[in-house]
């Protein structure tokens, strides 16, 4: 079936530099793409979105990328610090219900 | 409460036993969902509630799962007969969101651990 999927499951950086988290999704009907970082024991909680007509959006420290050619997302977090390592997931907004991948572990290194 | 809260944090259920979990959503937020989340997945929508009004519960796995709203605020999920693949985290979402902007503006609560041995 159709799927929002990550390339890879785990990412470790030093603190300091800039991380990528890549996304992949099939379903080209999607109106939304969403980040959320779910740090262990809590939910997800929404980092930024980026609407299907667009291909960049920055936020505090964040930038999402959308390539609808490739079907491709990606989270740049620039000056990854401690705080940042989580589960991150994109999602999809599709028929009115979040679909979510299956997360990437980032790991920063002190 | 400033947040979504849910309760209990942790749940053990013995297999066939009936469990009720329960999620209390900001204050005015008409929206309400119920996610499932296995180990090391991505949340799985399972229902979404407007008010009391319960307008799609297509992700709920079988007819032991059900989920009510009464009064348009508190809802609880509640699973019959237990089996060990429903362990998981349950994660209830709400949101002020109106439209294409009901997920947008959700905000999760931290979930409830259930586990059936």
């Known amino acids: 079936g159709e799927s929002v999927g990550l390339h890879l499951p785990t990412l470790s950086v030093q603190e300091g530099d800039n991380s990528i988290i890549n996304c992949a999704y099939s379903n080209s009907a999607s109106d939304y793409f969403i980040w959320y970082k779910q740090e262990s024991g809590k939910g997800p909680q929404f980092i930024i979105d980026?609407?299907?007509?667009?291909d960049k959006r920055q936020g505090q420290r964040v930038t999402v990328l959308l390539n609808k050619t490739v079907k491709h997302l990606s989270l740049q977090i620039a000056a990854t610090q401690p705080g940042d390592s989580a589960v991150y997931f994109c999602a999809e907004i599709r028929g009115g219900k979040l679909i979510f991948g299956q997360g990437t572990e980032l790991s920063v290194k002190p | 409460g400033a947040g979504v809260s849910q309760s209990p944090r942790y749940k053990v259920a013995k297999r066939g036993q009936d469990v009720a979990l329960r999620c209390d959503p900001i204050?005015?937020?008409?929206?309400l969902f119920w996610y499932q989340q296995a180990l090391g997945q991505g949340p799985e929508f399972l229902t979404y509630f407007q008010n009391e009004a319960q307008l799609d519960k297509s992700g709920l796995p079988s007819d032991r799962f059900f989920a009510e709203r009464p009064e348009g605020s508190v809802s609880t999920l509640k699973i019959q007969r237990t089996q060990q693949e429903d362990s998981a985290v349950y994660l209830c979402a709400s949101s002020s969101g109106r439209g294409e902007r009901i997920n947008t503006e959700a905000f999760f609560g931290q979930g409830t651990r259930l586990t059936v041995v």
């Open positions: 204050s005015g937020h008409v929206s």
């Open positions: 980026i609407r299907s007509n667009m």
